[in-house]
């Protein structure tokens, strides 16, 4: 089981800027996907001591081998680039949505 400190991000590596960010597992496999206003304070949040972290998500960075991020120009193209990784990568400990139409502020073309 990685050590989250071992794939920290350096100080300052991170931006401070709206985008995505995915974390792999020590094969390289998206283990899960998510988005960001501040990808600096979000991503950030992850590497806390485990204990203060609710059980899934400290599973998941216990689970975790790397992390990388895309900056994106706004918060709808975080979702919507969010939204085709989740459903091209199926991440594991992403939440599962059962109808593609219900995911939030995302809407059929």
């Known amino acids: 089981m990685p050590d989250p400190s071992t794939y920290r991000p ?6 401070d800027a709206p985008g995505v960010y995915r974390f792999r597992d020590a094969r390289g ?15 950030s949040s992850y590497f806390q001591d485990p204990a203060n972290l609710h059980s899934r998500t400290a599973s998941m960075v216990t689970t975790a081998a790397s992390v990388e991020w ?3 120009q706004t918060e709808v193209e975080a979702l919507q680039l969010e939204y085709s990784w989740i459903k091209e990568f199926d991440p594991r400990f992403n939440v599962k949505y059962r109808d593609d139409k219900s995911y939030p502020g995302w809407r059929s073309r």
């Open 70 to 72: 895309t900056v994106v």
């Open 29 to 43: 496999r998206v283990i899960y996907v998510g988005k960001a206003k501040s990808l600096r304070s979000r991503v």
């Open 10 to 15: 350096a100080s300052g590596s991170i931006p």
